[in-house]
């Protein structure tokens, strides 16, 4: 099964490829790490892809594109694979279809929260230096603005303030949410999925659309 996660930032969905990744037994491909293990392990495009990064440009959607296909092309990726961070925009969508040929996805989740569940959810996040993270109000620490296992003092990260966070919403709306279009056009079957609860009862909402 080949599965495309959708949905805004701060919905989850890193947390629910994980989860799913593990029950249907296929790998979950989140494209920031893959780009990471490919320059990690010095392949041709990973070498590409550090070359770009170290002048300080953007990695090309060709070049994540290759990437992308090395990856599912592993022994591991032959029963499927959970796409989740590619495509971000519909001209990624158009040239990932286009690689993909007969080998395309098949079906999308959407996992649906609204924006004020979003900008609560990160802007109280609070992280100490050694990256452990609380939350103002659903994971309070013991001592406020205080590390419970370290005692490092916790701070809120810039990307985490409310005002970024509407702005990184922004430009999900305008650059990523028109790629549910994108697919239901080509008649991708996509599963909404409400995102608000215990991470539990989403990922069974998840896996019973996917398997119905």
Known sequence: MKLLLLGPP???KGTQAVGMAQSLEIPHIATGNMLREAVAAQTPLGMQAQAMM???DLVTDDLVIGMLMDRIAS???EGGFILDGFPRNVTQAEALAATLNENGL????????????IVRRISG?????NQHVYHTQDNP????DVCDIDGESLFQRDDDKEDVVRNRLEVY????EPLVAFYRYLGLPIHEIDGV????DIQSAILAAIIE
């Open 141 to 144: 620490p013991a001592s406020t």
């Open 54 to 56: 170290a002048a300080g």
């Open 10 to 12: 701060g919905a989850g």
């Open 106 to 117: 098949d079906a999308a989740v959407l996992v649906m929260v609204h924006d004020d569940d």
């Open 173 to 176: 709306r305008d650059q990523t």
């Open 125 to 129: 996040r609070r992280t100490c230096p």
């Open 197 to 200: 609860g215990s991470m539990s």
């Open 75 to 77: 022994p591991d990726a």
